[in-house]
Structures are given as C-alpha cells and as structure tokens.
Nanobody
Framework: VQLQASGGGLVKAGGSRRLSCAAS????????MGWFRQAPGKEREFVAA????????EYADSVKGRFTISRDNTKKLLYLQMNSLKPEDTAVYYC????????????????????WGQGTQVTVSS
C-alpha cells in the first residue's frame, strides 16, 4: 500500500489547514488510520486516529478541540482538519495505516502502524 500525504505549508498562528492522505493498494476501508507528527529533535508523536469504520476517533490532548480527523472510504482518503494552529504545531505530519484490520477501537502508538506516508511539512508562524 502507498500513502501520499499532502496539504502542508506555511500558516499563521490562529489559522487553519487541512491535510489529506491518499491511499492505494490494501483495502483502505478495513484499516484504522492515524496522523502523527515529528518536530525537529523530537520523537514522532501521536496526533489523531480514526477506526476503519469511522465510528471511533482519538486525539492527543494537545490538539483536542482544534483538530478533526475524518475519512472517506469510497475515495480512499484520510483528512486532518487543523484549526486554531499554534507555533508548537509546527512539524512534519505523517499519515499511517494500522497493521491490524478491523481493529476494535483505534491504535495510538507508532508500533501499531506498519504503513507510513512520506510526510508533509506544516509550519505555523507566530
């Protein structure tokens, strides 16, 4: 499977951005999906996850209430709507696909994902 993330760029603090992730290969609708991010000098961290059927979502505390994850299984697309962006949201954002199909709930650690996109840079200026 291939994951292609897009939508990154430069945005001012308080602004919004929507990231997209296009999937190909493996049956997209059978797997939960997640967004992670990595800032320079820091480890990759969990941002948001969505179950295969879109019924369950989970967010990191740092983005809760500002970010929304969603998916379109017919188009094989994953989204991350980011609002009220802060300079500390600056990072490379990665989409990822769960290693287990039809997982109950969602996975929130990097070890639970076995397919990763190439990343898209989001820079929030103050």
């Amino acid at each position: 499977v291939q994951l292609q993330a897009s939508g990154g760029g430069l945005v001012k603090a308080g602004g919004s951005r929507r990231l997209s992730c296009a999937a190909s290969g493996r049956t997209f609708s059978a797997y939960g999906m997640g967004w992670f991010r990595q800032a320079p000098g820091k480890e990759r961290e969990f941002v948001a996850a969505i179950s295969w059927d879109a019924l369950v979502t989970e967010y990191a505390d740092s983005v809760k209430g500002r970010f929304t994850i969603s998916r379109d299984n017919t188009k094989k697309l994953l989204y991350l709507q980011m609002n009220s962006l802060k300079p500390e949201d600056t990072a490379v954002y990665y989409c990822a696909e769960d290693s287990d199909s039809f997982r109950v709930g969602v996975a929130i650690t990097v070890y639970d994902y076995d397919r990763w996109g190439q990343g898209t840079q989001v820079t929030v200026s103050s």
